[in-house]
């Protein structure tokens, strides 16, 4: 099964607060799951990514963690700001070269306010 | 600067009229594709190019055509838009089809509204 699922659709948080955003999925030929984040008027840029033998990954205040035995990973902002507001995409990788693709989660909108 | 650039960025046709959405890449990259952008579904293919004059469908090819006669660029064309392509459309470009890295590089979107 190609799909991953994300969750939830949309958020609000205080800023300050730690918004969560979950990813889950089937295929276990899955190996490598980048997020990107999206701004009003902007295409989607990559944020941060982990690769499957890893359980957590920190870039600033973004932190990936990683359950390979549930299927599943989420992104943690830490800290967030106003500034952190914007669309979240997950998204898993799957083959390699050119044989290999990019599967997105469904979307994320995160509202931070001041 | 490396960047991908989609024209237009916003348009407005009615139904049954032929239109192209334009996108170049200045850096070099083998691999494009276009994604649509709609509420609740996330972003899905629609045609992607492996490098002149190769491309292939993705998810949601139906509607859509495309052509890579030159590396830097790969237009979107739809023959006969229809309401159900109103939708915010992204061309992404990088090294190969999944990104060194996972990383896709994307432009700043063309929204399209079909009436």
């Known amino acids: 099964q190609q799909q991953v699922k994300q969750s939830p659709q949309s958020l609000i948080v205080q800023k300050g607060g730690i918004p969560i955003i979950n990813c889950a999925y089937e295929?276990?030929?899955?190996?490598?799951f980048p997020w990107y984040q999206q701004f009003p008027g902007k295409g989607p840029a990559l944020l941060i990514a982990?690769?499957?033998?890893?359980s957590e990954k920190k870039e600033g205040r973004f932190t990936i963690s990683f359950n390979k035995s549930a299927k599943q990973f989420s992104l943690h902002i830490m800290d967030s700001q106003p500034g952190d507001s914007a669309t979240y995409f997950c998204a898993a990788r799957v083959g390699s070269g050119n044989t290999g693709k990019l599967i997105f989660g469904q979307g994320t909108t995160l509202q931070v306010k001041p | 600067e490396a960047q991908v650039t989609q024209n237009p960025r916003y348009l407005i046709t009615v139904t049954g009229k032929k239109l192209t959405v334009t996108c170049s890449q200045n850096?070099?990259?083998?691999?494009m594709s276009w994604y649509r952008q709609d509420p609740g579904l996330g972003l899905r293919q629609i045609y992607y190019?492996?490098?002149?004059?190769?491309?292939d469908k993705g998810d949601v090819p139906e509607g859509y055509k495309v052509s890579r006669k030159e590396k830097r660029n790969f237009p979107l064309i739809l023959e006969s838009p229809s309401p159900n392509q109103t939708s915010l459309y992204f061309c992404?470009?990088?090294?190969?089809?999944?990104?060194?890295?996972?990383?896709?590089?994307f432009g700043e979107g063309s929204r399209l509204t079909v009436l």
């Open positions: 295929n276990t030929a899955f190996d490598y």
């Open positions: 850096m070099n990259h083998e691999y």
């Open positions: 982990i690769r499957p033998d890893v």
């Open positions: 190019s492996m490098n002149v004059e190769v491309t």
């Open positions: 992404a470009s990088s090294l190969d089809r999944q990104g060194v890295n996972g990383e896709l590089f």
